[in-house]
């Protein structure tokens, strides 16, 4: 691997130069930390380069372009066909896998700066670079614009857990259950055991027939003793709520602010995570929830 001796010195130091677990870890952030770079490896993953196209392709120099190719090279991340194409190994393909996780955690680190993924399950942090095609819509009015929005555009279902329920979003869901021609369609929810719900929900679910839906299996619900992470799904778009971290440690699902889209990859790890807290849910029990 090539570097220059200021570059490894400054990987070492630290340890008077003795090696350390994260030198090869170190080493391939190094290699990561630079926009070009980065874009090489992304244009290789598309279609198979030589110089002159990844010169053209992203508007840099050929010398520029060719010493890139070369770290990239050395590093292991990049190999080069015959005909002078270049491909990503095994290694920079995986790599170039992980990107999405600290592009979507760079961008949104003041967002995380007061909220936290403690109540989220590890297998699902590990697939956080699934969000990064997302977008943090903020303020109470646009999230609740989105919800309603996820509510209105469904055609097949509609999956839900909020840690209450507020008034305009029962309409929608009653209002698309009359209108849905969908027999299939399927509303399903969990809340937690003390969920706060408006007093005109009974007079709406009557006014739906709920408790045929029950029977029937249009509608579905659990209970969880509580919700720090929300997830709210249709069909093709989703969203998320994290929590935030207050002054005195504790942490509350923050609602005026979600992670919004229908990128296919961000929609997959809303509908797992809500299949994962469907399976682990209880049944569901009306007499614990408070009526305002």
């Known amino acids: 691997m090539m570097y220059d001796r200021s570059d490894s010195t400054s ?5 008077n130069d003795s ?5 090869n870890t170190a080493r391939t952030f190094f290699e990561l930390g630079s926009a070009q770079r980065l874009a090489i490896l992304y244009k290789i993953a598309e279609v198979k380069c030589n110089l002159a196209r990844l010169s053209k392709d992203l508007g840099c120099t050929m010398p520029e372009v060719r010493r890139n190719i070369i770290r990239l090279t050395n590093s292991g991340m990049v190999d080069r066909e015959s005909n002078g194409t270049f491909f990503l190994t095994t290694f920079g393909k995986t790599i170039l896998e992980q990107i999405p996780t600290l592009d979507f955690l760079s961008r949104n680190k003041d967002y995380f700066s007061d909220h936290t993924f403690s109540a989220l399950p590890l297998k699902f942090i590990r697939r956080i670079g699934s969000l990064t095609n997302s977008k943090l819509v903020s303020g109470l009015v646009s999230v609740d614009e989105r919800l309603n929005d996820i509510y209105n555009r469904s055609q097949e279902y509609v999956y839900a857990m909020i840690p209450e329920v507020p ?9 698309r259950l009359k209108k849905i021609e969908n027999k299939n369609f399927r509303f399903s929810y969990i809340l937690p055991a003390h969920a706060t719900v408006p007093k005109r929900r009974k007079q709406l679910l009557e006014s739906l027939g709920f408790e045929e839906l029950l029977k ?16 709210v799904l249709n069909d093709e778009q989703g969203c998320v709520m994290f929590p935030r971290i207050h002054k005195n440690d504790k942490i509350e699902i923050d609602m005026n602010s979600m992670f919004y889209g ?8 809303c509908l797992d995570y809500y299949r994962y807290l469907w399976h682990n849910a209880r049944s569901f029990d009306e007499r614990g929830l408070v009526e305002i």
């Open 19 to 23: 090696i350390s677990p994260f030198e």
């Open 167 to 175: 008034i305009d979003l029962i309409e929608s869901i009653v209002a």
């Open 262 to 269: 229908d990128d296919p990859d961000f929609h997959e790890w």
């Open 11 to 15: 990987l070492s130091e630290d340890n």
């Open 216 to 231: 029937k299996g249009t509608v579905e619900r659990k209970m969880v003793n509580s919700v720090l992470i929300g997830v």
